[in-house]
């Protein structure tokens, strides 16, 4: 999650709405969640009012596990969906975060309230922050000013006994014949974890192999502050191979196909990148203009509506100051 923008995406053409003839209140129209493989449903949860930006996935079986709710603001697009899809208070078994970024878990705490039976999994390194979100709030408050309201909103607590820790490899049951695997995956954040379905092999994966969204063409990492670390997520990528998932499910958008390709050109991506940094950074250059000469040039063709998605999703500056800390790091005995 990163931002080098201010909310002007918010003068463009609003989401649908619709109005409860009950209560009155707005209800978004939402896409109806679709399936992208064998008992897997895409939901988009329009962040910003945008389609085809941040998505979560509804597992099906016995015991459904949802993995991702998107931001605090994009809760009602997600009741709404699962709604859609008969997806009752009771219904819901669990609810699986990759990490604890606002575009990934700030709607946490207002899921877990709306199904009271889901248990929600969490990294070790995450989940005091879903109990007490205080901390990661002020710490999004001083990178995203004004934008952390108009376009994320902020994170409910949960309660902790409603938090369950994964351990990696640990197999969390979502019916007889399925599982979701924990895949520890740190170097994005030390708090990610990525989730391979046993029954259709699609892996889910955060944000630890990038973002690639549908309409803004090239897949870029995502290598935000404060945790970001180069060889811990390369050592992820592998991971991630090592166990031949037959699909890779991307939080920023969808699924992709042909899943060795894609993570041998996010390590390549990734490289190239933190070389391009790391050479800067000795210079005394600046790192984010050092990455825009050199990879913003894959853009040019993209709508500027699409680009500016992208930039306020995943932008340089976010990437740049996440190798800074990352290099200065390295320098620093610990």
Do not use: C
């Not at 901390?135 to 994320?152: F, K």
């Not at 973002?211 to 992820?236: E, I, N, Y």
Request: hydrophobic share 40%; net charge negative.
């Amino acid at each position: 999650m990163s931002s080098t923008h201010s909310h002007s995406h918010r003068h463009g053409t609003p989401h649908p709405h619709t109005h409860d003839p009950d209560s009155g209140a707005e209800i978004p129209v939402v896409p109806r969640p679709h399936a992208i493989a064998p008992g897997v449903l895409e939901i988009d949860t329009l962040l910003g009012g945008w389609e085809r930006v941040t998505a979560g996935y509804l597992i099906e079986g016995s015991a459904p596990v949802l993995i991702e709710t998107g931001s605090q603001s994009s809760v009602p697009v997600l009741l709404a969906a699962l709604d859609q899809i008969g997806v009752g208070p009771e219904e819901l078994a669990g609810v699986a975060v990759t990490h604890i970024h606002l575009d990934h878990a700030g709607g946490v705490g207002d899921v877990a309230r709306a199904f009271p039976s889901a248990t929600v999994y969490v990294h070790e390194k995450g989940a005091r922050h879903l109990a007490d979100p205080t901390r990661l709030i002020d710490s999004a408050a001083r990178v995203y000013g004004p934008l952390l309201d108009s376009l994320y909103g902020r994170m409910a607590p949960t309660e902790a006994a409603r938090l369950h820790v994964v351990a990696d490899g640990e197999e969390i049951p979502v019916g007889p014949d399925r599982t979701l695997v924990a895949v520890d995956s740190p170097g994005h954040a030390k708090h990610h974890v990525g989730f391979h379905d046993s029954r259709s092999g699609v892996l889910f994966a955060g944000d630890a192999v990038g973002v690639k969204l549908p309409d803004g063409g090239v897949l870029r990492p995502a290598t935000p502050p404060p945790d970001f670390d180069l060889t811990q997520a390369l050592h992820s990528l592998e991971k991630f191979a090592a166990r031949r998932p037959t699909a890779i499910a991307l939080a920023h958008y969808g699924l992709l196909e042909s899943p060795e390709e894609l993570l041998a050109e996010a390590g390549e991506t990734l490289r190239e990148w933190a070389q391009t940094a790391e050479t800067a950074y000795r210079a005394g250059a600046d790192i984010a203009e050092a990455l825009s000469a050199r990879f913003d040039a894959a853009l040019s063709d993209i709508d500027p509506a699409h680009r500016e998605k992208l930039d306020t999703l995943n932008g340089v500056h976010s990437n740049a100051a996440g190798f800074r800390r990352w290099l200065e790091g390295r320098e620093t005995p610990s």
